[in-house]
């Protein structure tokens, strides 16, 4: 399947298939290299380090070459071990295909943010766990925030109210006001997700931007099968 066959259903594409993106301490991260570029960590008022990322390269996308049919059968022998799914993962490439794309990695105990600029219209970030995600519009562009509380979960209000802490600390640094009007998605019951996950944008007509969630929920009933559930929880 190619990347422009994605952005044109990006949904059915995630639920059928297993996405993966690289996250702390990968390919991806890099100080002052040619990849995603990472600023020097701040600390963060709330908790952890806040990690401003740059992008200064493309983005390639390699998938596998063996995607079982798409029926919950075939989900049920990958879940099983017995048929893969199709999987994608991105590496940056100088001169790379997808000059449009971007992607947030995530970082435990800290929040990761970046500018989407003119030049981007499909980002993404995860998997998801427990985070707390965050867009913003500003004068040059979208803020997009990935926090991550390491080992604690993301059930109970305290918790969110401090990614929603270290969000709003983090946008200090991009000259963003606490009461700018951040839209958040968040884990635990009656929120965007409860599951894992993965968050992505897209920029339609106008410069507006719609963010979905893709969440993976629990494994159910006798063959394992785990249901997924999309949702758009952000549009500006």
């Known amino acids: 399947m ?8 990006p949904k059915s594409y995630l639920k059928v298939h297993r996405m993966q993106l690289a996250g702390e301490g990968s390919g991806l991260w890099t100080l002052g290299g040619t990849a995603m570029t990472r600023a020097v960590p701040v600390a963060n008022a709330a908790q952890g380090m806040s990690i401003q990322f740059t992008h200064v390269s493309n983005v390639e996308m390699v998938t596998t070459a063996n995607a079982g049919p798409k029926n919950g059968a075939a989900m049920a022998l990958g879940r099983m071990g017995l048929m893969d799914k199709r999987s994608a993962q991105y590496s940056p490439r100088p001169g790379g295909a997808f000059a449009n794309l971007r992607i947030l990695p995530w970082s435990a105990a800290n929040v990761t943010f970046m500018v989407l600029d003119g030049a981007a219209d499909f980002a993404i970030t995860g998997p998801l766990q427990g985070c707390t995600l ?5 004068p040059n562009g979208i803020y997009f925030f990935h926090a991550n509380v390491s080992g604690a979960g993301g059930v109970d209000n305290a918790n969110r109210a401090t990614k929603r802490a270290m969000i709003q600390d983090a946008g200090l640094l991009a000259g963003i006001p606490p009461h700018a009007n951040y839209a958040y998605c968040e884990y635990g019951p009656a929120h965007q997700y409860h599951g894992e996950g993965f968050v992505w944008g897209r920029m339609r007509g106008a410069g507006i931007w719609k963010f979905y969630v893709h969440e993976v929920k629990e494994a159910q009933g006798m063959l394992d099968i785990k249901p997924t559930q999309d949702g758009k929880w952000a549009d500006l």
């Open 2 to 9: 190619s990347f422009q066959a994605f952005l044109s259903d």
């Open 134 to 138: 965050a867009v913003v519009r500003r």
